[in-house]
């Protein structure tokens, strides 16, 4: 074999050595990241025990066990009134309200109200009864009325009433009655507030009364709200405009002291004590040189009154302040019965809630700067 032959070969030979070796250091392709495998949870309910689910039973059961008890007591009232047209031709008009039995005798109670200037009344019940009632009495000033109806008194159910001085703040409140004539409609919620005192149409107050969220509309006006026994804690009454979950209750306890006086006389005797004055701020106390600036300036005496018959003094002077003429020089009255009374309407609640008709106070006044005391007989305020 020939040099240049072997020189050829061996060439050769070491150039297919070198593409080995390149092939052999060449850096590998990266292999591809897995792909993760997504997690799926399977969410398999587990059925509470009986043991967790009997409080839900039971609050449930509460309240319906409450509507079949009491709801035979609620009524539908309607009331029709006769107005003048355009044409001074009369127009007969109906308004609906709610009330509840309050004895065998077949004394209904609702919203003074709902029965104002009512030419005929009908009460329905729960069975579709429907029967002519007859105005018992009413009193305005604390928005109640008392109807009639002729019903035996196996078909009567009245509802226990409970107490104003066991109800709390935050409790269970349930007013069964008719808004916008849906009959026996049952809302829940709660006593969100007590003791608010309530203006009326009348410009009086009714006070201590009770503020709820149980869902309260036109129609449950006389209807009852009831604590979680069933028991009357109030006498729905009204809302407040233009707010939700805002609803007034008579308190029951006005309820207990007005209603048996509707029944037996026609109306409940507001306690009174015969004369006009000034509820005292420190800026009328400062214009007056009076020694307060809490109480009433005493300005004028019906005649023939309590106040009157006992010497209490009226003004003796006149002055115009800003632009209202003020009567001065008056007795200043500070309190009843040691009761501190701060303005007007202070003493028109002390009366309403604390005393009666024909009870002895005593009043703390004030004159030509000695305290002094009288005693007072109070008498019917007149109609």
Partial sequence: MSKRYLLIVLTLALLGFGCQLATAVTTPTAAPAPTATPLILVATPTPLSDDVLAPLDVEEQLITNLYERVGPSVVHV????????????PQSSEGTGSGFVYDTEGHIITNNHVVENAESLEVTFSDDT??????????????LAVLKVDLPPEHLFPISLGSSAEVRVGQRAIAIGNPFGL?????TGVVSALGRPLQTDTDSYIYEVIQTDAAINPGNSGGPLLNSRGDLIGVNTAIQQGAEGIGFAIPVDTVKRVVPALIEQGFYPHPWL??????????????????????ILIAQLYR??????????????????GNRRIYLGGDVLTAVNNTPITDWNS?????????????VVTLTLLR??????????LAAQPQ
């Fill in 78 to 89: 309607t009331a029709r009134v006769v107005t003048m047209n355009f044409f001074f031709g």
């Fill in 130 to 143: 429907s029967l002519p009632a007859e105005v018992v009495g009413i009193d305005p000033a604390n928005d």
């Fill in 183 to 187: 009959d026996r409609t049952l809302t």
């Fill in 274 to 295: 015969g004369f006009l004055g000034y509820s005292i701020t420190p800026e009328l106390a400062d214009v007056a040189d009076l020694p307060v600036e809490q109480g």
């Fill in 304 to 321: 023939g009154s309590p106040a009157e018959a006992v010497g209490v003094q009226g003004a003796t002077q006149q002055s115009i302040v």
């Fill in 347 to 359: 003493l028109q609640q002390y009366l309403e809630l604390n005393t009666q008709v024909g009870d």
């Fill in 368 to 377: 030509d700067g000695r305290s002094l005391e009288l005693s007072i007989t």
